[in-house]
């Protein structure tokens, strides 16, 4: 009864024995294509230009197809070119109209050989799937031309189009449009392990590409959760993110991207920090504010400002939730301005600023009334920011905590484990969980925060989980002890920013933890591996991305610029297509010099694992989604044969 009425439904879709044959057919044809290739990328930290060079080139695959194709026709600085074309074509037309003679045939020139590179890098995919990637307008010029040549009489054809494109001078947009379908080509999807937000300048540039990007998924990371939490309008996320971005000198996101209204921020700060220059809340200046510059001082106080509001809300929030264990992070309370001294855990440090004009000796944590009026502004700004609000949304329909995908787990930080490398129980809000089980139970608090917060087990204010999955000691998208932000801008000695990070790190050096993480999560020990982003991997240090005896790669290698320091490389990226599996190790992205030249350096490519034979979509897991999909359609045309349902036009 139940299946008379599905094929029904189906049968709206596939009317008649002819339809759904030729969709069984062009599924099985599916199956037998090659799997696509996935490329996941991890803790992008607002990096928009090193991130978008990476999806462009695909991290060295695109650099490869023309190597193949070309290396016995062009030599090699005519091939970095068309690289290059491919990577950012906007500034390489522009680079060739300065340099070429004749533009026109350089146009002409360059079309043949992109549609080479296109040709090869859409044989994984049946024809309607290419289509389906094509730019609305080229889509039906750019089909003919991957499919004319086929024959020789056709060659005239194909020229005739080639020669049209220029002579109607649309040639520079249709490269434009070409170079961009063969990225677009050469990944088949994307998985973002998290870590979009904070310190770059432009994760709101990231979340735009990726909002146009065919098929993305990300796994949150801690500084993706404290952005959801203040979407939602929680303080002790809100004055994190605003901290943490003021301190990178992010104003143009900040007011600009999101329209965060700032102005009572700036009133207040300059006024209660009129004579304090703020010296350790100087802002990192690693890139220009073009729209927004903000003086450095102004930018100072309104770093100290929020932080210090900062740590009045959190202590607020550590006491109304006594099952987060954090009661040694009350911190305001155990200054001594007398002696200008903390003390944090038993230790007494120096304070190296001891102006807190705005704090209460006998209440720090209560906000003054100006405080107060200012966090609703915030507050408000937040709530009120469309876009902020359509990115945070994409970032849940697209997301979750962690993700199984075609044998590999991944998610950003760790699973909380104890020491002997048992799950860890964990309670929050009176609920105690672990292992995949907490996973779950935070991905589905997480999502009711933010659309439910009624039907949530949240005893707080709205988002507090997400504040407590930003820095707490448990929390899967964190892993460390604690967070040490006063520590790190108020007491000189570095012992005290110490953060430990917990067991996980250590344990998954074994191969044992990994195989027992992946059989938690129902995959196969044998052949899955995990991949984990949030620990900067410092090469220079001699660590490895690769743990636990090839079972999981960490890939957070620090695309960050102001991790590159400490990684000394410029991060990490995974490749997994129907061949191997690949670790791309990436040098530090090269912005466009003032001239307009810039160079790319070629990632260096190490295979971590040989699939031992090509595999397809079948082996997928689309493909068995596709293949319940022919078991339907097959029961259809049965249906449709024995006359229990009618076929229609
Ligand atoms: O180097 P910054 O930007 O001051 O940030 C330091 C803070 O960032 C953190 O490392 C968290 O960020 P990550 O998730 O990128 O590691 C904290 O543990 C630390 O207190
Ligand atoms: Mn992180």
């Not at 695909?58 to 190597?67: C, F, L, N, Q, T």
């Not at 906007?90 to 549609?115: G, K, P």
């Not at 450095?296 to 809300?313: C, D, F, G, R, T």
């Amino acid at each position: 009864m139940f299946e008379e009425k599905y094929l029904k439904l189906l049968s709206r879709e596939y009317p008649n024995i002819e339809k759904a044959s030729a969709e069984i057919i062009n599924l099985r044809a599916i199956l037998s294509l090659p799997k696509g290739t996935e490329y996941f990328l991890s803790d992008l930290h607002g990096e928009h230009e090193a991130f978008i060079h990476m999806v462009k080139s695909a991290s060295g695959v695109i650099r490869s197809k023309i190597d193949e194709i070309f290396e016995k026709r062009l030599p090699e600085k005519e091939r970095d070119k068309l690289a290059s074309l491919i990577y950012n074509a906007e500034a390489e037309l522009e680079r060739r109209q300065r340099e070429e003679s004749d533009f026109n045939e350089w146009c002409r020139v360059t079309i043949y050989r992109l549609i080479e590179v296109c040709k090869s890098v859409s044989t994984k995919y049946t024809r309607s799937k290419v289509r389906k990637r094509l730019p609305k307008d080229s889509a039906y010029i750019i089909d003919e031309l991957l499919h004319a040549d086929d024959e020789s009489n056709k060659t005239h054809y194909y020229n005739e189009i080639i020669n049209s494109i220029v002579e109607c001078q649309v040639a520079e947009q249709f490269i434009i449009e070409l170079s961009d379908t063969i990225s677009r080509l050469a990944v088949d999807r994307l998985h973002i392990i998290g870590d979009i937000f904070d310190r770059g300048a432009h994760p709101d540039y990231i979340m735009e590409y990726l909002m146009k990007f065919h098929d993305v998924d990300f796994q949150w990371g801690n500084h993706d959760i404290v952005w959801m939490g203040a979407a939602t309008g929680n303080w002790a996320c809100i004055t994190n993110v605003i901290r943490m971005n003021i301190s990178y000198n992010n104003f143009d996101m900040l007011e600009i991207g999101y329209g965060i209204n700032l102005r009572p921020l700036a009133v207040f700060a300059a006024k209660v920090y009129v004579d304090d220059p703020c010296t350790y809340f100087a802002p990192h200046m690693l890139d220009r504010n073009t729209f927004d510059p903000v003086d450095e001082q102004l930018a100072s106080k309104m770093h100290k400002a929020i932080a210090i509001i900062q740590h009045k809300v959190e202590g607020q929030r550590i006491m109304s939730h006594p099952e987060y264990k954090m009661d040694h992070r009350l911190i305001l309370d155990k200054i001594d301005s007398q002696k200008g001294t903390i003390r944090i855990k038993d230790m007494e440090w120096e304070l190296r600023d001891t102006n807190f004009p705005t704090i209460d000796p006998t209440d720090p944590y209560k906000l003054t009334e100006e405080e107060n009026l200012l966090m609703n502004t915030l507050e408000a700004s937040f709530l009120e920011s469309e876009k902020l609000q359509e990115h945070i949304k994409f970032l849940y329909s697209h997301g979750a905590m962690y993700k199984c995908v075609n044998g590999n787990l991944l998610y950003h930080g760790c699973i909380p484990m104890t020491e002997e490398g048992e799950f860890e129980d964990v309670t929050l809000n009176g609920s105690t969980h672990k292992g995949k089980a907490f996973m779950d139970y935070l991905d589905d608090e997480v999502r009711k925060a933010y659309f439910n917060p009624l039907a949530s087990d949240e005893t707080g204010i709205s988002g507090d989980i997400m504040w407590y999955l930003w820095l707490g000691s448990k929390s899967p998208l964190f892993g460390k002890d604690q967070m040490t932000t006063f520590e790190r801008s108020f007491i000189a000695d570095k012992k005290s920013h110490k953060e430990y990070t917990v067991p996980y790190y250590k344990l998954v050096n074994n191969r044992e933890t990994c195989e027992k993480i992946l059989k938690e999560f129902g995959l196969n020990p044998d052949t899955s591996h995990i991949l984990n982003g949030h620990v900067p991997v410092k090469i220079k240090d001699g660590e490895s991305p690769v743990r636990g005896g090839g079972k999981l790669f960490i890939i957070d290698g620090g695309i960050s610029k102001a991790y590159q320091k400490q990684t000394g490389i410029a991060g990490y990226t995974f490749i997994f297509n129907s061949r191997f599996m690949a670790l791309a190790e990436h040098k530090p992205y090269s912005p466009m010099k003032e001239d307009g030249s810039q160079e790319f350096h070629a990632p260096t490519i190490k295979i971590v694992e040989n699939m031992p034979v090509r595999l397809t979509v079948k082996t997928s897991d689309i493909g068995e989604d596709l293949q319940l999909q022919v078991e339907d359609l097959k029961n259809l045309v049965r249906a449709y044969r024995s006359g229990l349902i009618k076929e229609s036009k």
